[in-house]
Each structure stands twice: as structure tokens, then as C-alpha cells.
């Protein structure tokens, strides 16, 4: 079965800095995906970025970057110049390719970002 | 287009009492997942379907709990009896497995059970 951790409950950033959130995973697969999905006090639940484990790599979307390390099984992402509106909680996400193609979630980092 | 619609958002039932969450799916998509948020366990599926059809459903508790698809815009879960224990918030989400990995999520359901 695979796992997700993410080892940091909370964090918090000011405004206009970086912050790096951590996640690694355990899995004997070697084709699958991984995410990082937000979650704002809405509740709704956002994807942020994706990345398939075939590409070497590391996916962007504008303000987002991940640094996916295979062979560690680890997947942070990194949010650059960080906005208020970023404040919520961060879920790091699994999803095997083939066979059951259910999300696997860690338990979330809640992030805070201070003016 | 629509995203995937979830009804209702709100509901507060009492202990014993059966309750239906409804999903429509995101026109077009073949995949629909129940997934179910709570502090102590996190983020969890309950069971999803492919083309209707129910794939994998190890993750309903137990026989309170059914899912149903009749058609592919719309699917149910239900609990019977429902228990304290099962407040939560649920949410739907839907893919397109043949060309697309993302699922997109509904708004989900905060369920209430007193």
C-alpha cells in the first residue's frame, strides 16, 4: 500500500518570502503521479501542480515549483513570493497509473502567510 | 462548464437517521471518486467507479455506507444508520481516465450527525 507523509503540521511564512513544504511517499510502483493539492477555509480543493514520476523534471506553474526526487521518494513544493491568498491547507496527493487509481493523501500542512 | 455539483453542502441529521449525498459529475467524465475528510484520518476514499461501475470500494467503512451509480451524471452515497461518528465532511470528484490524470473536486458535504 502506499503512503504519504507530510512531516510538518504548520507553517508559516511573511508575505513576499519562499516557503518550501515537504512530503515523501512509499510506493514499489514506478508509474504513477503526484500532487500537491490546496485547501483554503472554503474547503474546496484545488490542484496546484502535478507531476508525472516518469519526467525527470520538476514541474512549474508560475508562482509554484516542486522538487521531485525519485530515488529519495520526496516531493516538496516551494511557493515563491508568497501571498496572503496562499494561506490554507496544502495536501501532498499519490496516484498509482494502472490498478486502483484512487488519490492517497498525507495528513496536510496548514500554512500561514503574515502580513 | 459546470464543475462537479454536490447536494446538499450542509447537513445535520440525528443519530439513526438515513442520509443521501448526491453527486453530478463534470459532464463528459467516466470517473467518479467518494472521498471523506475527518481530523483523525485525513483525506480517504471511500470508493470510486469507471463507466459506472464500482472499481474499488475498499475504503467504505462498513455496511451502513452504499454508493450508487445509476447513470454517468449522477451518483448517490448513502448511510444507514447513520452514527455520531460519521460527521465528516464528503467529497465528489470526477475524471476523465481516458485522457486526463487530474480529478476535479466538488465542494463537498459537511455532514453533521448528532
Known amino acids: 500500500a502506499q503512503t504519504v507523509t507530510q512531516s510538518q503540521p504548520e507553517m508559516s511564512v511573511q508575505e513576499a518570502e519562499t516557503v518550501t513544504l515537504s512530503c515523501t ?3 514499489s510502483e514506478s508509474n504513477y503521479y503526484l500532487f500537491w493539492y490546496k485547501q483554503p477555509p472554503s474547503r474546496q480543493m484545488i490542484l496546484v501542480i502535478r507531476q508525472e514520476a516518469y519526467k525527470q523534471q520538476n514541474a512549474t506553474e508560475n508562482r509554484f515549483s516542486v522538487n521531485f526526487q525519485k530515488a529519495a521518494k520526496s516531493f516538496s513544493l516551494k511557493i515563491s513570493d508568497s501571498q496572503l491568498g496562499d494561506t490554507a491547507m496544502y495536501f501532498c496527493a499519490f496516484m498509482r497509473r494502472g490498478g ?5 493523501f498525507g495528513k496536510g500542512t496548514k500554512l500561514t502567510v503574515n502580513p | ?13 440525528e443519530m439513526g437517521q438515513e442520509v443521501t449525498l448526491r453527486c453530478k459529475p463534470i459532464s463528459g467524465h467516466n470517473s467518479l471518486f467518494w472521498y471523506r475528510q475527518t481530523m483523525m484520518r485525513g483525506l480517504e476514499l471511500l470508493i470510486y467507479f469507471n463507466n459506472n461501475v464500482p472499481i474499488d470500494d475498499s475504503g467504505m467503512p462498513e455496511d451502513r455506507f452504499s454508493a450508487k451509480m445509476p447513470n454517468a451524471s449522477f451518483s448517490t452515497l448513502k ?3 447513520s452514527e455520531p461518528r460519521d460527521s465528516a465532511v464528503y467529497f465528489c470528484a470526477s475524471r476523465q481516465r481516458d485522457w486526463d490524470y487530474e480529478q476535479y473536486f466538488g465542494p463537498g458535504t459537511r455532514l453533521t450527525v448528532t
Open chain 2, 1 to 13: 462548464d459546470a464543475g462537479v455539483i454536490q447536494s446538499p453542502r450542509h447537513e445535520v441529521t
Open chain 2, 79 to 81: 448511510i444507514q444508520p
Open chain 1, 100 to 104: 486502483s487509481e484512487k488519490l492517497v
Open chain 1, 25 to 27: 511517499y512509499d510506493t
